[in-house]
């Protein structure tokens, strides 16, 4: 029965696969909440047209392949990340500890879905099962390290980045933020300039920054009108859109700054755009500084253009400090200029305004 079982819920996740591109939907959340309820819809056919055509079914009947062989470890990953994002941990744990024996525990392939089923624990706040895989992330990844660079192999940047995220937030659901703080600032300066270090960044302001002054903007260069400054910012509600040029999410967010431009724009609304370079323009193609500067203010502008009252400071800087992995990035300061909210990703329209409306009320 326990075999049985193991394979009905790989069958599940299987199939789930299968519908993952039926849901168009624009946020996150909403992607995982129809994706799971289609998987559990073919969850119950599975169990229902087994149930109905096999009695007593013998162990050999059901499960040969899963107890003789291994699966590639790509498919290993993807069935992990599903069962991760759709908080399935102990399906997840019981696949992957099914595969222990048959896969390299030392490749960096491994330590990726170590890393997600640790971040799936995290999602489902099952905190002693999130430590066990990240830790076994973390500490694969060190020890990958002393051969290798950091920034030669993408597994390698996942698996260590997704080990350290999800061991700050198991020292701060277990009341240590402070311990959690000092762990993730540590990590940070271990991989200062490497690929990892804005996603570290990016724990440590999920767990400090609200509440906090919003540090003053590096403005290295600027796209539109000269940013305003700190002054001009004094008892106004700004919010801030971390963006990047090659970004879909980005575009679409900017319809929704629009809105609440033309909404409350009037009561003391500021909306900033910092941005940085990323040494390529359209299509990839690499480019100096320069060239990339000009790409903003002619080819984009033309095709996406910027409107006139968001200022766009570029700086790196900026995006280190705010810990900016992901794009969009939404910070949103109150009138004492103490940050309210932190989010990485986008924010729906109805959601944005009501924090704006609540601090232009306040």
């Not at 940047?157 to 762990?183: K, M, N, P, T, W």
């Not at 990323?278 to 502008?301: C, H, K, M």
């Not at 309210?340 to 009501?354: H, K, V």
């Amino acid at each position: 029965m326990f075999r049985l079982g193991l394979f009905l819920a790989i069958m599940r996740f299987r199939t789930s696969r299968m519908f993952w591109t039926l849901s168009n939907l624009p946020k996150d959340g909403w992607r995982r909440m129809w994706k799971r309820q289609i998987s559990c819809a073919l969850y119950v056919t599975v169990v229902g047209f087994g149930m109905a055509c096999v009695a007593n079914p013998t162990e050999s009947d059901v499960t040969p392949e899963l107890r003789d062989s291994s699966i590639e470890i790509s498919e290993l990953v993807g069935q992990i990340r599903e069962m991760a994002w759709a908080e399935e941990v102990d399906a997840a744990q019981t696949l992957i500890e099914q595969q222990r024996p048959y896969q390299d525990l030392s490749s960096a392939g491994w330590l990726v879905a170590a890393s997600w089923l640790g971040r799936g624990a995290g999602f489902a706040e099952r905190w002693d099962v999130a430590e066990r895989y990240a830790r076994e992330a973390f500490d694969g990844s060190l020890a990958l390290l002393e051969t290798r660079e950091l920034d030669s192999e993408r597994q390698l940047q996942a698996a260590l980045g997704a080990g350290i995220e999800v061991i700050g937030r198991v020292l701060d659901a277990r009341g240590d933020l402070e311990g959690a703080l000092s762990f993730l600032r540590e990590q940070r300066h271990r991989y200062q300039r490497t690929s990892i270090e804005m996603r570290i960044q990016k724990n440590v302001m999920l767990l400090s920054l609200e509440g906090q002054p919003f540090p003053v903007l590096d403005v290295e260069h600027h796209l539109g009108d000269d940013p305003p400054s700190v002054e001009h910012l004094r008892g106004k509600v700004v919010v801030a859109f971390f963006w990047a040029h090659w970004c879909p999410d980005c575009k679409q967010q900017l319809s929704v700054l629009q809105q609440l431009h033309e909404e409350f724009s009037e009561r003391g609304l500021v909306i900033l755009g910092p941005t940085q370079l990323y040494g390529y323009v359209a299509r990839g193609d690499d480019a100096t500084p320069e060239q990339e500067l000009e790409y903003l203010r002619g080819a984009y502008q033309e095709q996406h253009p910027i409107p006139s009252w968001l200022t766009v400071p570029v700086s790196q800087r900026n995006f280190l400090d705010f810990g900016v992995s992901t794009t969009p990035t939404m910070v949103v300061i109150d009138r004492q200029g103490i940050v309210q909210l932190y989010n990485p990703g986008d924010m729906p329209y109805d959601e944005l305004s009501a924090h704006v409306r609540r601090l232009l009320s306040a």
